[in-house]
Every structure is written in structure tokens, then in C-alpha cells.
């Protein structure tokens, strides 16, 4: 038996395979802990099956000796430190697979909401201003037979990709493994009607889309971000649906997140935001939870995760 934490409640059944080993408690906050209070819950811990909210940095980990497994419930793992966590001896697990088509059907719904100012106008209904039907009135962007630009094509990139030729539209790739019709960020964002953002935040992508990138884009282009929300530079991005640089975004991820409802970006032109709702299905939050003890369970009985990040 291991004392493992969890660091939020998951009202998910995969949790009692978790207690019947092992010795858990839960975070049961409907807030994320602090990292001085995840430092205070984790102390002896030899599991934590973590959130994306959770910092698993080097400060963290030199504060739990006994730790030997962190099993991420997201596919993302930007919160972790995990080249310390693998110089640590230190298995990191994520939730790749399962939440692909789920996290892809919500960039879609963005792209289409977004072109077809779905927010805006079902909010003029209820303030009592649908007042006729007008022969320019909500004009958006067509998606059929448009250019879609996936940027960092993973398993949700192509899951978009997928989505998109469903609707017709001409797909660009970008990315730095070459091949299947994969062209230059600078190409795809000249040529692309949508950008759709799937890459990991790295160094390398962090700030990704900034100023240069979107005056790069078509003035009649949307940009959807379901990656992270680092990937775009939040000022840049203000600026640029302002100044009409582009035409619109839907973002499920923001820098920061949460974003305040004061934040200056949400008084941009054409944006919707939703928070973080990516995976969010009954199905796919219940898959990622089995997924995320499977991977504890494993590296406790001393066995490899069977889903592993390195
Ligand atoms: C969500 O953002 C995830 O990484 O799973
Ligand atoms: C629209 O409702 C139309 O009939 O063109």
C-alpha cells in the first residue's frame, strides 16, 4: 500500500480501483491547491495523479522523496517537470488517445461558432434585439471549401483535419516532421482562412503566435486555439482582432487561465472563449481518469506505465 494524492475530486469510478490498493486522499477544494498546499498534501506521497492546474516543478519534487509516480490527467504535461522527474527515477504518465476526437469536436464547434457568430447573435436574441431579418445582418465567413491551416499536426490535429474534410476544406499542415503535405508555418498562415493550433507548449511554441505571425495571416482569417494558451501572445492577439489583422479567434485556452472576466482581451472584436472544455465529456473525462490510475497502478507494482512520457 502506497500513500498516493489526488489533486482534485474525480467523481469517476476508476478511483476505487486506486483505494482498493492503495492508501488516497483528495484534494477537496473546488479549487486547485496552492503549491504550498500541494506541497503540504503531497509530503510522503509515493503517487500523484495530477491536474493540468498543478504545478509539478523541481521545488515540488524535491519536496517528495518517496515520490515515484506522477500520473497526469491530461494529455498535455507542461505542468511537469518531467526531465528532473526522469533524472529523479520519477515515471510520468499522461492521457493521450482518449480525449483526441472529444478535444477535436470542440475546436471544431469554435471554428464553426466562431465564422458563423453563433455567440454574438444568440446573445442579441436574448437581450430582446432580434428585430428582423436583414438582408447583411450577421454576415460571417464560409467554412465549406476554405483553407484549413493545422499547426503542430498530432492526434488532434489530424482529428480536425479529418473534421475539416468533412466540410470540403483544403488542409495545410505544418510541423517540424516533413512530409504528407506538410508546409512552413509562414505558408500556412498566408494561405490558411482557419488556424487551428495543436502543437505542445514548449520553448519553441511558447508565444508562437505573436505579432508577426498574425499580421502574416489573411485579414479574413480565424484562429482557434485548443493547445495552450502560451501559444499565443494575448496582447498581440488584442491588438491584432482590433485592428482587424484578422478577423476573428475561439480560444478554449488562455494566457492567462483563468482569464478574469476584466482581462482587455475579452473587450477584442469577434473573439469567443470557453474555458478549457476541451475534453470535457461525460465519456472522456471518465476515459482519462482509468487512463490516469492505470498509469499509477502500474509504476507502484513496479511495472512500466502504460502510457509514459518521457
Ligand atoms: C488538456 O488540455 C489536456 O492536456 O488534456
Ligand atoms: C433564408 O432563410 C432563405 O430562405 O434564404
Redesign the pocket.
Known amino acids: 500500500m502506497a500513500r498516493c494524492i489526488v489533486t482534485r475530486k474525480l467523481p469517476f469510478d476508476a478511483l476505487e480501483r486506486l483505494r482498493a490498493e492503495h492508501e488516497v486522499e483528495v484534494w477537496r477544494g473546488a479549487m486547485p491547491p496552492s503549491p504550498a498546499e500541494l506541497r503540504g498534501l503531497a509530503a510522503g506521497a509515493e503517487g500523484i495523479l495530477s491536474m ?1 492546474t498543478d504545478a509539478i516543478d523541481r521545488g515540488l519534487i524535491d519536496a517528495c522523496p518517496e515520490l515515484r509516480a506522477v500520473a497526469n490527467f ?3 504535461t507542461d505542468n511537469i517537470d518531467v526531465a528532473y522527474a526522469t533524472e529523479r527515477g520519477i515515471a510520468v504518465g499522461n ?1 493521450p488517445g482518449v ?1 483526441t476526437e472529444t478535444t477535436a469536436d470542440l475546436a471544431f464547434a469554435l471554428l464553426l461558432a466562431v465564422s458563423r457568430r453563433i455567440v454574438e447573435s444568440a446573445g442579441s436574441v436574448r437581450q430582446g434585439e432580434w428585430w428582423t431579418w436583414e438582408p447583411a445582418g450577421w454576415l460571417g465567413h464560409d467554412v465549406h471549401d476554405a483553407t484549413l491551416g493545422i499547426v503542430g499536426p498530432g492526434l488532434i490535429g489530424e482529428a480536425v483535419a479529418r473534421r475539416g474534410e468533412g466540410f470540403g476544406m483544403r488542409i495545410l499542415r505544418s510541423g517540424r516532421e516533413p512530409g504528407s503535405g506538410r508546409v512552413s508555418l509562414e505558408e500556412l498562415l498566408a494561405e490558411s482562412d482557419f488556424v487551428s493550433l495543436h502543437c505542445p507548449l514548449t520553448p519553441e511554441t511558447r508565444g508562437l503566435i505573436g505579432e508577426a505571425a498574425l499580421m502574416q495571416m489573411k485579414q479574413s482569417a480565424i484562429l482557434i486555439n485548443t493547445a495552450r494558451g502560451e501559444v499565443v501572445d494575448s496582447e498581440a492577439l488584442r491588438k491584432g482582432l482590433e485592428l482587424g489583422w484578422i478577423a476573428g479567434a475561439g480560444l478554449d ?1 488562455t494566457d492567462p487561465e483563468p482569464l478574469p472576466g476584466y482581462h482587455p482581451l475579452l473587450g477584442a472584436p469577434n473573439l469567443t472563449v470557453v474555458p ?1 472544455i ?2 470535457a465529456s461525460h465519456a472522456t473525462r471518465g476515459r482519462m481518469a482509468a487512463m490516469a490510475v492505470d498509469n499509477l497502478l502500474a509504476a507502484l507494482a513496479g511495472a512500466p506505465m502504460p502510457s509514459p512520457v518521457r
Do not use: D, F, R, Y
Open positions: 493540468l491530461a494529455v498535455g492521457t480525449l485556452v478549457h476541451g475534453s
